[in-house]
Each structure stands twice: as structure tokens, then as C-alpha cells.
């Protein structure tokens, strides 16, 4: 599994490399953008280790996103480029970047170098293109880095975990996403859906 990751994140790593006739910078920080398939890739595609590195991944974008968001609301700090625009704190590219580096990494560490090449190259682009400055991208990396790692460490991951209705109980398991559902026989019309399934 470790080899198909690996090789996964460096296609993705040099990607952008193609587009340099533009901007190279541009480009290797809008990587995020697309980089956001791998998750979905892995869940879809994969046997149920990369199932749950995909799961893992999904949980610490979304929470990475909700978060950065949340504070570019709160803090209202401006961009180096744009000064009337006040969603600069963090940045929200180096923020998801360090979250799907570190969510991966944490459970496949093949992937380590790539990811973090990865994520530190989103992290220049930010400043190299004046969208951030170095401390607004260093809070971005550093409030990824801490949801990817707690997310890879969660039951079931931080947000994902709590919409599981059955809990895992024993030491070292965790949820698996697998949609199922079933017909009650008393009731046909009474379709229940079963999102997660605990697994160990």
C-alpha cells in the first residue's frame, strides 16, 4: 500500500511542475485545489487501509477548512496583496496543505517526505505570491499540522467520529466507513441507513 501513496502524492507533487510556463508559484500553491481528490481517490479506490487513510485525510480537510475559516472570520487580518481584504489570518491553503500532509503521514509514513515537500512548497507559494505573509502561513501550517495529527490519532476521526452512533469500545479499534443498510421485516416501508460500522 505504501508504494501506490507514495507514488499517489509524488504524481501529485509534480504536477505543477507542468504549469510552470505560467507561474510556478501559482501553481504549486493552487495544487490544494485538486490535491483534494486524494481522499475521495483512496476511500473509492482502495483496499481498507487506504480506506482509512482517505477517511482520515477527508476528516482533517474538512475540519482544517471549517477552522481556518472561522478564524479568517474572527481575526480579520489583512492580506500583503489585497489590504481591504481581511481573511489573511491563517492561511487557509497552508492550513489544509500541513492537515492532509500530516493525516497521511501519521498512518503511512512512505509518504512522509513527499507530503511534507508537498505542503512546505504550498507554504512558499503563499508568501512567494504575497497572498500571506510568513506568519500567516506559518499559524495556517501549524493549526493543519495539529488537526491532521489529531484526526489521524481520533476514533473515527474529529468530525466524522461524532456523527458514529456505535462507538468502538476495545483498545485499538477504530470506525470504518462502510454505507449499509438494512429493511426492517415488520416494516418494509422503515428503512434504516448505517453509515459507520465499527470494526476491530
Known sequence: MGRALTLLLALYLFVPAARAADDFAVAVGDSVDYLATIPLALTLGGGEHEEHIGRTMADAYFVTFCSARILKYMI??????????????????A????????????????????????????????????????????????LGYAIGHASARSDGGLFFGLLADDRPTKPGSHLMLRPTYDVDIDDPTALRVKVWEASW
Open 76 to 93: 480579520n487580518e489583512d492580506r500583503p496583496e489585497s489590504p481591504g481584504a481581511t481573511d489573511g489570518f491563517p492561511s487557509g491553503h
Open 95 to 142: 492550513a489544509i496543505a500541513f492537515a492532509l500532509a500530516e493525516s497521511a503521514s501519521a498512518l503511512d509514513r512512505d509518504v512522509r517526505p513527499y507530503a511534507y515537500a508537498w505542503a512546505a512548497g504550498v507554504g512558499w507559494s503563499r508568501v512567494k505570491t504575497d497572498q500571506h505573509s510568513g506568519w500567516q502561513v506559518a499559524a495556517g501550517a501549524a
